[in-house]
């Protein structure tokens, strides 16, 4: 789930079909990775979403920043680098 999933007007989730096959949480940390330049916008997306911050969505998290760090690695995702680094910063230290 990221937000090319969505539509402005109407609001429509597209291609959800996968959502909720992956592991708890992953969905929302997945959404909450692509926030991550928008801060009020990642805000709100973890009040939408408890699971984020929770033991197992801790992991959840960590799993999706490091996904996302490696697709950094190949050239891809270059806008989100300093967000990500800063994200796996901030779950290592919980």
């Given at each position: 789930?990221?937000?090319?999933?969505?539509?402005?007007?109407?609001?429509?989730?597209?291609?959800?079909?996968?959502?909720?096959?992956?592991?708890?949480?992953?969905?929302?940390?997945?959404?909450?990775?692509?926030?991550?330049?928008?801060?009020?916008?990642?805000?709100?997306?973890?009040?939408?979403?408890?699971?984020?911050?929770?033991?197992?969505?801790?992991?959840?998290?960590?799993?999706?920043?490091?996904?996302?760090?490696?697709?950094?690695?190949?050239?891809?995702?270059?806008?989100?680098e300093?967000?990500?680094?800063?994200?796996?910063?901030?779950?290592?230290?919980?």
């Amino acid at each position: 789930m990221h937000w090319a999933n969505l539509t402005a007007q109407p609001l429509q989730l597209l291609d959800w079909e996968g959502w909720g096959q992956a592991p708890e949480g992953f969905d929302a940390a997945t959404l909450y990775a692509y926030t991550r330049l928008q801060p009020d916008t990642a805000a709100r997306v973890r009040t939408a979403f408890p699971i984020l911050g929770s033991p197992p969505g801790l992991a959840a998290e960590a799993t999706v920043c490091a996904q996302l760090l490696q697709t950094v690695s190949r050239g891809d995702n270059l806008a989100l680098e300093d967000q990500l680094r800063a994200w796996s910063e901030e779950l290592r230290s919980r």
